[in-house]
């Protein structure tokens, strides 16, 4: 799943940024009111989370702008300020939630769960599925012919990747790009290793093989 931060706050952002990646978002942040919207117009995101107060455009303003054009992605507003009529005015300009500065990292991504399953379209995907493995969206937990596999956050997002691409196969080049948000090919075999994890949690112990490398080109999930 796909978050957008638009928040000028860097340290905040920073923060949001993390706890999302932690629990299996990939994020992408921006720090101007002008430059968010141009992002949430033209990417696909799951979820906005939105300052309220920003340069260049203020939240407010951002947020009357996607709702007017159509985009109905969930946004959860983030503000210093609190009274009522400061919340009324976020959730009559169409935000989804409201969540006052300081927060807590766990309510935020509490609310955000919740806003993914409120606004999740009827019969919208909320499960990946490869031969007798499969992954909750929303609840972020795999099972292999029904036994949970704990996977750390990393190694989730890993899998997910993988499963929403079961059949293909995966180049090293786009798992750094996609899972470690790498623009580059570092010296370093952290795939290896995750890919290795991988497969011993989701594999070991059952006759048939899902995660497959394919020497020479990168790696393939797949039940045959």
């Given amino acids: ?24 978002f990939i994020t992408d942040s921006v720090h101007d009111g002008r430059e968010g919207l141009y992002m949430a117009a033209n990417e696909n ?27 109905t992605t969930p946004v959860l507003l983030l503000s210093a300020l609190g009274e009522v009529r400061h919340r009324i005015d976020g959730l009559h300009s169409g935000g989804d ?25 009827s019969g919208g995907e909320t499960e990946l599925t ?44 786009i798992l750094l790009e996609q899972v470690w948000d790498y623009n580059f090919a570092p010296q370093t075999n952290v795939i290896d290793v995750h890919i290795s994890r991988l497969r011993n949690k989701i594999d070991k112990g059952f006759t048939i093989e899902l995660l497959h490398t394919i020497r020479g080109a990168g790696y393939c999930i797949r039940e045959d």
């Fill in 97 to 121: 939630d409201y969540m006052v500065k300081p927060f807590s990292v766990a309510e935020l991504i509490a609310r955000v769960h919740v806003l993914l399953k409120r606004t999740l379209p």
């Fill in 1 to 24: 799943m796909r978050a957008l931060i638009i928040e000028d706050d860097l340290e905040v952002a920073d923060f949001v940024s993390q706890a999302l990646s932690e629990s299996g």
């Fill in 45 to 71: 995101y799951d979820i906005i989370i939105l300052d309220r107060m920003l340069p260049g455009k203020d939240g407010l303003s951002v947020l009357r702008t996607l709702r007017a054009t159509g985009i």
């Fill in 130 to 173: 490869v031969g007798d493995l499969k992954i909750d969206l929303l609840s972020r937990r795999a099972t292999r012919a029904g036994r949970i596999i704990d996977l750390k956050p990393k190694e989730y997002k890993l899998l997910e990747f993988m499963m929403r691409h079961a059949g293909q196969v995966v180049t090293r080049t």
